[in-house]
């Protein structure tokens, strides 16, 4: 009988502990994913660009090729990354300028990109 007190205790104190998630609407976690990109911090906006890639959902396309504009080298190969993660295929036009980024890490990064979305280069 004792043992059968301290277990009902113990999964009580268990069920106690047990606290919801902040969000659970894949919606609101987009939305703040899409809202990060613009942040004035550069990780925030690394992190949202990667995290919208292995989210998968396409309302991320638009914001991300504007991210391919963003002043940090990370953020922009995130962003490329990403859009290859969502299959984007409107954005092979606005990658095309990266392939001449000053960084030799994002060029690398968009011929892959370009490469996994179905885009030849001309001869």
């Known amino acids: 009988p004792m ?20 969000s659970s ?8 994913l899409l ?21 998968g959902d396409a309302r991320g396309a638009g914001p991300l090729i504007e991210s391919l504009k963003d002043e940090d080298w990370l953020v922009r190969r995130n ?13 092979i036009d ?3 300028p990266l392939l001449e980024d000053e960084n030799t890490m994002v060029q690398e990064t968009v011929e892959g990109v370009l490469a996994s979305l179905g885009w030849k280069a001309k001869p």
Do not use: M, N, W
């Open 79 to 91: 962003a490329a990354e990403s859009l290859a993660r969502l299959g984007a295929k409107q954005a």
């Open 25 to 32: 609407s894949p919606q609101r976690t987009v939305e703040a």
């Open 3 to 22: 043992v059968f007190v301290l277990l009902s205790l113990f999964f009580a104190t268990l069920l106690g502990c047990y606290q919801p998630s902040a």
């Open 94 to 96: 606005p990658l095309l």
């Open 35 to 55: 809202s990060l990109l613009h942040d004035r911090d550069a990780v925030s906006r690394r992190t949202a660009a990667e995290a919208l890639g292995k989210i």
